[in-house]
């Protein structure tokens, strides 16, 4: 063929126009189907072939240097490196070690120190407090510590209702998630609501008072606001009790360190008169069972032998420790809720003065020293001896709440070891099974 004969695509071409080139064969609007103009985002997702890639060990043939790692990349994905950009979505870049800058879907969630903790003995120090009256203070319904920061911010000069237990005490309000900011003023730091009680005081008549108390105590729910975490959940009642489990663990290894340091730091310990809750029985028990619980090189440093006789703790000592007394060193403030073993810094240190690390109380034991005219006794509030329990605020966990058993019931320290038994089971070798097993021959 010539090269300068026409090309028959062109003919063909032509041929297809006049064919199919006709209004009849082009498409409408309406005959066109409706196409998706955002494909399902299943479709836009790549398939992934996940793969795990075995390192290969390279060795360079020289003893004195290290061997290489080096890892087979023939594949795009890994699972590794999806697991890692997984990772990288939830916590933060720091966490990581990485350089990414990208934005995070969840920040890294805090820690906070009361999850490190079973108890905390009278040798360690509370935890910061999460502050109620910073400004987007997190929603803690569960947490001991953050009630206890709650409790401590009513004091008896800015709320009136101290007395009223069952109504619009202390407790019940820190569980409903209020802190007290003024005079009888409750806030709530979620949802910035108020709750104001003045003008209680112009009511006479008691009846009349004590029912308008009882129905304003039902406010302390719905006065929060309706997206307010606290008007859905409440803290549970068994956290009040909790925090004294937490903070105060009636054992010999709390007991005993405090016991000491209230001997050493306390002078005139020895002419104290106190009352106790407690019966003869009880404080003898208690008294053998904080004597038992002694190891030199723990509270004593090295330098004191093992078989050495130490001087024996006194009475008052014990009874003050057992109803979570602490000494109160005021030129000291960060050693006052702890017993710092490690430290000497107190070791010539005298006080008169006792406090409470829970509710913060501090008592001076010039009132309630006995003289060799006990008659002539006086101390302020005309009262001659210390209450140990009394002296605790009222929404102190150390305190007993009017129709609750003592606190202290039922420990073991306060019972004779051959008085110990078990209410139910078998016992074979200090060993209680369960009663509730079903009885088998070869069962032992």
Not at 155 to 160: N, R
Not at 192 to 203: M, R
Not at 312 to 341: A, M, R
């Amino acid at each position: 063929m010539s090269s300068d004969a026409s090309s028959p695509d062109e003919d063909l071409r032509d041929v297809f126009r006049l064919l199919y080139a006709d209004e009849e064969w082009t498409f409408t609007s309406d005959d066109e189907d409706q196409e998706e103009k955002h494909p399902p985002l299943n479709s836009l997702i790549p398939e992934i072939d996940l793969s795990t890639v075995e390192s290969q060990i390279i060795g360079t043939g020289h003893d004195d240097e290290e061997d290489t790692e080096v890892i087979s990349t023939k594949e795009k994905y890994t699972r590794k490196r999806f697991l890692d950009a997984l990772d990288s979505l939830l916590y933060s870049p720091s966490s990581l070690g990485g350089t990414n800058k990208k934005a995070r879907i969840f920040p890294l969630p805090k820690k906070h120190d009361e999850g490190n903790h079973g108890i905390i003995l009278s040798t360690q120090p509370i935890p910061k407090l999460p502050n109620n009256r910073q400004y987007g203070q997190e929603y803690l319904p569960f947490s001991p510590l953050s009630l206890l920061s709650r409790l401590r911010s009513y004091e008896i000069h800015s709320y009136t209702f101290f007395d009223q237990n069952q109504y619009l005490s202390p407790i019940k309000s820190s569980l409903n998630g209020w802190i007290n900011t003024k005079k009888d003023n409750l806030f709530c730091n979620s949802c910035k609501s108020n709750v104001n009680f003045n003008g209680l005081d112009e009511i006479k008549d008691l009846k009349i008072k004590q029912e308008v108390i009882r129905r304003l105590s039902k406010n302390l729910i719905s006065s929060h606001k309706k997206d307010c975490p606290w008007r859905i959940r409440k803290s549970p009642d068994e956290l009040y009790h909790q925090l004294r489990n937490l903070l105060h663990p009636l054992i010999s290894s709390n007991l005993h360190p405090l016991s000491a340091a209230l001997d050493k730091s306390i002078p005139s310990i020895a002419s104290l008169s106190l009352k106790s809750s407690l019966n003869e029985t009880e404080e003898d028990c208690l008294i053998r069972s904080v004597q038992q619980h002694y190891c030199p090189s723990t509270f004593f440093g090295d330098d004191i032998p093992v078989n050495s006789n130490p001087k024996p703790l006194s009475k008052q000592s014990i009874l003050l420790s057992f109803f979570g007394w602490y000494p109160y060193f005021p030129n000291s403030l960060s050693n006052s809720d702890h017993i710092d073993q490690n430290s000497n810094s107190n070791s010539n240190g005298r006080t008169e003065i006792i406090h409470c690390r829970i509710c913060k109380r501090r008592l001076g034991l010039w009132s309630f020293l006995q003289t060799q005219n006990n008659d002539q006794t006086k101390s302020v509030g005309g009262e001659k001896e210390l209450d140990l329990v009394g002296a605790h605020l009222s929404w102190c966990p150390l305190n007993v709440l009017p129709g609750e058993k003592n606190w202290w019931e039922g420990t073991l320290l306060l019972r004779e070891k051959n008085q110990i038994s078990f209410e139910k089971g078998l016992v074979k070798d200090w060993v209680k099974t369960s009663d509730k097993l079903e009885k088998k021959p070869w069962r032992k």
